[in-house]
């Protein structure tokens, strides 16, 4: 799929459905690179920091309507992420614009 994936720590099995190879995710593990595992080549970025990928998910999609783009923009986020400020602000600009999140 095009679309894109923003995931926070426990991302393993979301780059596995995603269409990560399980190699290449595996040898990113042991890299040391699990807690903020990104493959832009698939469109999956992750983060460490709670509440970090907020804004820039919404930015994404926001550049997805800009364009006329037929992407979708998919966070996942757990219910500490869900408690940040910046949550609740990207969640308001995104509903208001009507963007594809």
Known sequence: SNDYLFN???SHLHCLLKGVPREELKQAIL???SISLCFPEHRIYCSGFVGSL????????????????????WLFTGD?????G??????KYATNFDLPI
Request: aromatic share 10%; proline share 0%.
């Open 8 to 10: 926070y720590w426990a």
């Open 31 to 33: 890299d040391g690179r």
């Open 54 to 73: 907020a804004a820039v998910s919404m930015g994404a999609a926001w550049s997805i309507k800009r364009r006329g783009g037929s992407e979708h923009v």
């Open 80 to 84: 500490m992420g869900a408690e940040c």
């Open 86 to 91: 910046s949550f609740h602000e990207s969640l």
